[in-house]
């Protein structure tokens, strides 16, 4: 689950970066933490105002995963995984890149035993 202020950070982070990667000029930048602050206070309310079904001050991945799938206009900011359509592609990928993390560790070992070992 997410509560309200973890959203508004997370919102705000995103929309800093998206507003700062189009700043101009430094006159741009400094008005950007006001209006970074704006949208993600105005989007968050929103967001909790249609979502938090229960009314907890969270948000559950199922309260989640129903406003993005139901309002996707409030949430463009994410790409969301039909999880019940494809729960197991998921799973296989986060399964992969762990198994290449893995695959990288070893190998870094292997290389570091290698190189100890001539001298």
Same mark, same amino acid.
């Given at each position: 689950?997410?509560?309200k202020?973890?959203?508004?950070y997370?919102?705000r982070?995103?929309?800093?970066?998206?507003?700062t990667?189009?700043?101009?000029?430094?006159?741009?930048?400094?008005? *950007? /933490?006001t209006?970074c602050?704006?949208?993600?206070?105005?989007?968050t $309310?929103?967001?909790?105002?249609?979502? &938090?079904?229960?009314?907890?001050?969270?948000?559950?991945f199922q309260?989640?995963?129903?406003l993005?799938?139901?309002?996707?206009e409030?949430?463009?900011?994410?790409?969301?995984?039909?999880? *019940? /359509?494809?729960d197991?592609d998921?799973?296989?990928?986060?399964?992969d $890149?762990?198994?290449?993390?893995?695959? &990288?560790e070893?190998?870094?070992?292997?290389?570091?035993?290698?190189?100890?070992?001539?001298?």
């Amino acid at each position: 689950k997410i509560s309200k202020m973890e959203m508004f950070y997370y919102i705000r982070t995103l929309v800093a970066f998206v507003l700062t990667s189009s700043a101009r000029n430094t006159a741009d930048v400094d008005n *950007l /933490e006001t209006e970074c602050t704006r949208l993600a206070r105005q989007t968050t $309310i929103q967001i909790f105002d249609v979502a &938090d079904s229960n009314e907890d001050g969270t948000l559950h991945f199922q309260e989640f995963k129903e406003l993005c799938n139901k309002h996707p206009e409030l949430c463009p900011w994410i790409q969301v995984f039909r999880i *019940l /359509e494809a729960d197991d592609d998921v799973g296989s990928d986060a399964q992969d $890149i762990n198994n290449n993390e893995n695959d &990288d560790e070893k190998k870094k070992k292997m290389s570091d035993n290698n190189e100890g070992g001539e001298g």
